[in-house]
Nanobody
Framework: QVQLVESGGGLVQPGGSLRLSCLAS????????MGWYRQAPGNERELVAR???????MYADSVKGRFTISRDNAKNTVYLQMNSLKPEDTAVYYC???????????????WGQGTQVTVSS
């Protein structure tokens, strides 16, 4: 009933930039926190950045000053602007959102399918 679809991944050289987008669609009553996680081969999935519906933001220390998260509540979309990319940013990036599908329903955690980001020369 709810889908998260990421776009914007790809191959970029070190120092380059990419912008990821994630659109939440389907039966959505309200969206609370939206965020981005990443998982590199052999590593656990880790938080990159998240933003609440009120605009409070948290970043992982490793991306502070380089990545910017934003959202468009009217479009149920969250963005991740990634600048000054490093090879260690290479990972599959996943969108995450806490969504209520009805007024009386509970918040449920949804995930996108992931988009590959590769930083390499």
């Amino acid at each position: 009933q709810v889908q998260l679809v990421e776009s914007g991944g790809g191959l970029v050289q070190p120092g380059g930039s990419l912008r990821l987008s994630c659109l939440a669609s389907g039966r959505i009553f309200s969206t609370n926190t939206m965020g981005w996680y990443r998982q590199a081969p052999g590593n656990e999935r880790e938080l990159v950045a998240r933003i609440t519906s009120g605009g409070s933001i948290m970043y992982a220390d490793s991306v502070k000053g380089r990545f910017t998260i934003s959202r468009d509540n009217a479009k149920n979309t969250v963005y991740l602007q990634m600048n000054s990319l490093k090879p260690e940013d290479t990972a599959v990036y996943y969108c995450n959102a806490d969504i209520k599908t009805t007024y009386w329903g509970r918040l449920t955690d949804y995930w996108g399918q992931g988009t590959q980001v590769t930083v390499s020369s």
